[in-house]
């Protein structure tokens, strides 16, 4: 057509959400060039998208002055109708102009840009490579494979495929080991751990280059992170047809937005694919590894300067003062005093502060949430009023975690009671034909699998009460988005009902920014807690169940679809197999969630017309048993063939349920699930403890980790050891016996006798209590090595080796709540095969032409979508 061929005309950049899908499709006709060629350039033009959006708003910032700088503030207040109003918002005008002139200029209309947030993840995810190392296998590229796959797995360690894969092509004749790249790799994060790594092994010459290239990186990674944001608006959470903000309100909405995001560019470049976690107190700590390994080569001024930067942070760091004493002996104190901290640094900490105050000012006014990433902000920051109301609530949220905990102990209890009164007990509830029999709590078994005429079957009543129903029907209709659950869709099952849904994850964060209670939050993931014991108990497993999907589930009528209708609210289907009924088969494949064992279903209310729950045979005709939802009753079932199931239409009304699928399979333990502990963790930090931050309690406070080692405590930098001797007499320094063996190799080997000059001896780890270091300086700058003296920054390097007392700095981390991005992956060990698929084989995971056999390398594909797709 017209369109298409001016939109070929133009040299804009090709959507690269177009060029993946290409790909994708490509990849399905095994037309492997074309895979390359598409994804290649779906990933090129991504790059460029930013590059184009990154230097349209540098530009248009530089070009078009906005005012005087902000403190004092030089900028006119706007009045009421005031010429200095439509001076300011001329300018926001020029630049708007300027912004949206420049970016459509090379990248064509915004909508041909716009990519959707699926895309966006399957990006993030590392997707494209996925495909990429299966089209280069196959053409037999094996240098680009083995890069794809390592670029792949870094961000997706958990692919039990992928890491097959790697072992085979390690393996394989004429692959390198510099074959296995990464080439996502951000500059800042690969020249910072380049320095660590060196500076691990005591080569701080060339760790001093990475560090410095890591601290360039860092700031223009950052510079693009900040002006990224500047993006749209996200109506996350609310309906933006509703939103009636003034032009200020809106203004103020979107731009607290927009710092948000940008304060979150400490998070963002503090993390690297594949780990949990953010650095923790990422871009100072570079300054601590700067400035040792300056005094270790012998570069005072820049050990003074780099110092002085980290204290820039951290003023009252005691460790980093003595430092910066120590040195200011060592290079002469006058000399040192000319000398000042760095001011690109200086500069990045006086706008990170105003940020945080305006979003803070934000918060405390109009109640937008802003959690402050970084851990050096002055306590004061924070207004007063806001730090009592977030310790009031922390209160809150303790007690409530608290009961839950009471709750849940108490039900364990019962549950062994139960156990040990009879072991025959739940077999004879189990067969039992007559009145079912009492679990936990109030809660009875109805309907046993016999009365249900199937296998693996059970209805029970009362396990929730009236009121508990209630407050979680509220719940989802104050939390709930339209098809949340379904890929968006609103009616993903029946178009004469609207679905809408809400996990727990979420409504925690909805309960956290006090858009829904946080109580009926708390109340939906303990109710969710519940019923997975419930069924656990029931079915007498022998693992434990985890979590697999939750979500809290409304359909409802469409009232003007109602005439003539003859489909069901829910088709008939199994919860982990594809329900072929004219074959009367179930296939257990991708992509149905194969790993789901157990399903469970809590109804929540009866004011409604159908929606029945019927259980068939495999024909999806037979009705073998029927249920009627109403508040506090479950049906719980096996989730495979022997349970064909659906809904009957929802004719008037809305029927709101709990839906919950469990997994017999630790690997498939949602991770959301896991995000959700978290907050309720974070929640619940005990009170005050981010005030708190004396050394003695970073050992027992804090969100319990799965391991012993806290990010704090691996990264902390090694220190000097202190400064003139006579000062040091007394020992204030914590005894740490408890410091957790890290995976950096130890090092006992470096601990050649001390000689004059020996820098490195400064910080030899050995337990060698009486080593004196000579620092072959004036008297004051010898150092001893003795008993107490070392205070060890990082621990990797002193632990066991020291039995000296060790000062831990920065231990205090510890106690912070932990920032967003938070991703815990407890029990996410891969321990076997993957149960489908190829899994024996030791090739990388390519395709046959069988249409199945596409799930094993696309196997990521289908899982970054939305895990809720029912089928
Ligand atoms: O809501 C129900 O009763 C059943 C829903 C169901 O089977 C499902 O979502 O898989
Ligand atoms: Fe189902």
Not at 785 to 798: H, M, Y
Request: charged fraction near 30%; include cysteine; proline fraction near 4%.
């Amino acid at each position: 057509t017209n369109t298409d061929t001016q939109l070929s005309d133009t040299s804009f950049l090709e959507p690269y959400d177009l060029l993946f899908d290409n790909a994708v499709e490509a990849y399905y006709k095994q037309d492997w060039m074309s895979v390359i060629l598409n994804m290649e350039l779906a990933l090129r033009n991504k790059r460029s998208v930013h590059k184009v959006r990154t230097e349209c708003r540098l530009n248009c910032a530089n070009q078009t002055t906005f005012g005087e700088q902000i403190p004092g503030l030089g900028i006119p207040i706007p009045g009421v109708g005031s010429i200095e109003d439509l001076g300011f918002f001329q300018r926001i005008l020029k630049r708007a102009a300027c912004v949206s002139s420049c970016e459509s200029e090379k990248l064509g209309p915004p909508t041909l840009y716009k990519i959707s947030e699926e895309m966006d993840l399957e990006f993030k995810k590392r997707t494209p490579y996925n495909y990429l190392q299966v089209a280069y296998f196959k053409i037999n590229k094996l240098d680009k494979a083995v890069a794809a796959a390592n670029t792949f797995y870094i961000a997706n360690p958990d692919h039990v495929e992928m890491r097959q894969n790697l072992e085979y092509y390690k393996m394989m004749a004429g692959v390198q080991e510099t074959d296995f790249k990464d080439l996502e790799a951000k500059p800042h994060m690969a020249e910072f751990l380049e320095g660590k790594r060196l500076y691990s092994s005591d080569e701080f010459g060339p760790a001093i280059d990475h560090f410095e290239l890591a601290v360039n990186e860092y700031f223009a990674a950052d510079q693009e992170c900040r002006v990224l944001c500047e993006g749209a608006y996200d109506y996350d959470g609310y309906n933006y047809m509703e939103y009636t903000a003034d032009l200020f309100q809106a203004i103020t909405d979107h731009y607290l937005y927009v710092l948000n995001c940008k304060q979150n560019c400490a998070v963002e470049l503090a993390s690297t694919a594949g780990r949990d976690k953010p650095f923790e107190d990422f871009l100072p700590s570079h300054f601590n590894y700067l400035q040792f390994s300056y005094y270790n080569t012998e570069q005072y001024e820049k050990a003074i300067e780099c110092a002085k930067t980290y204290l820039l942070f951290h003023p009252e760091d005691e460790t980093m003062n003595q430092n910066l004493a120590y040195y200011s002996v060592v290079l002469g104190e006058d000399k040192a005093a000319d000398i000042s901290a760095r001011e690109v640094v200086r500069q990045h900490i006086k706008k990170s502060l105003l940020e945080k105050e305006l979003l803070y000012f934000g918060y405390e006014i109009f109640g937008i949430t802003f959690v402050d990433p970084d851990s050096w902000t002055p306590a004061d920051v924070m207004p007063l009023k806001l730090r009592e109301k977030q310790k009031a609530e922390r209160e809150t949220a303790a007690r409530i975690t608290e009961e839950i905990g009471n709750l849940m102990k108490e039900i364990e209890t019962l549950v062994e009671e139960k156990h040990k009164e009879s072991s025959d007990l739940a077999k004879m509830v189990k067969h039992s034909p007559t009145n079912g029999s009492l679990l936990i709590d109030d809660v009875k078994v109805t309907m046993t699998s016999k009365e249900l005429n199937g296998t693996q079957r059970v209805l029970m009543d009362g396990v929730i009460s009236d009121d508990e129903c209630r407050e979680l029907h509220r719940l989802s209709n104050a939390a709930a988005q339209k098809g949340d659950g379904y890929r968006g869709r609103p009616s993903p099952h029946s178009s004469s009902e609207m679905f809408q849904g809400v996990t727990v994850l979420k409504a925690l964060k909805l309960g956290q920014e006090g858009v829904v209670p946080l109580k009926s939050a708390h109340l939906f993931f303990n109710v969710s807690e519940k019923i997975r014991k419930v069924i656990e108990s029931y079915f007498q497993l022998e693992s434990p169940l985890y979590f697999s999907y939750t979500h809290l589930v409304c359909r409802a009528a469409i009232e003007d679809k109602q005439e003539d209708r003859e489909d069901l609210s829910h088709p008939v289907h199994a919860d982990n197999c594809l329900l072929i009924s004219e074959l009367n088969e179930c296939i257990k494949e991708p992509p149905a969630y194969t790993h789901r064992d157990y399903s469970a279903i809590l109804y929540l209310n009866d004011d409604f017309e159908g929606g029945d729950f019927i259980f068939t045979e495999l024909d999806a005709k037979t009705v073998t048993a029927v249920v009627k939802p109403q508040c506090g009753r479950v049906v719980g079932f096996g989730a495979g063939k022997e349970n064909p199931h659906g809904v009957r239409a929802v004719t008037k009304g809305q029927r709101c349920a709990v839906a919950l699928w469990f997994t017999l399979d630790p690997r498939h333990h949602e991770k959301e699930r896991v995000q959700a502990e978290d907050l309720l963790k974070m929640l619940s930090t005990p009170v005050d403890s981010e005030f708190q931050t004396t050394v003695e309690d970073s050992g027992t406070g804090g969100p319990e980790g799965t391991t012993s080692t806290t990010e704090a405590e691996r990264d902390q930098v090694l220190i000097p050891t202190d400064g003139p001797v006579e000062s040091q007499k007394d020992k204030r320094v914590e005894e740490r016996t408890d410091e957790p063996v890290t995976e950096q190799p130890v090092k006992s080997t470096d601990q050649q006798p001390a000689k004059a000059g020996d820098k490195k001896s400064g910080k030899s780890k050995d337990d060698n209590k009486t080593k004196v270091k000579d620092k072959a300086k004036a008297g004051s700058k010898t150092q001893t090595k003795t008993g107490t003296q070392t205070k060890a920054k990082q621990s990797e390097k002193t632990k066991a080796k020291q039995a000296d007392k060790t000062k831990v700095k920065q231990a205090d981390k510890k106690e912070k709540p932990a920032v967003k991005k938070t991703v815990k992956t407890a029990a996410k060990k891969a321990t076997g095969n993957e149960s489908s698929g190829s899994s024996g084989s030791k090739q990388p995971k390519v395709k046959s032409s069988k249409a199945q056999d596409s799930q094993t390398v696309s196997s990521s594909t289908v899982d970054t979508q939305k895990d809720k797709d029912e089928l």
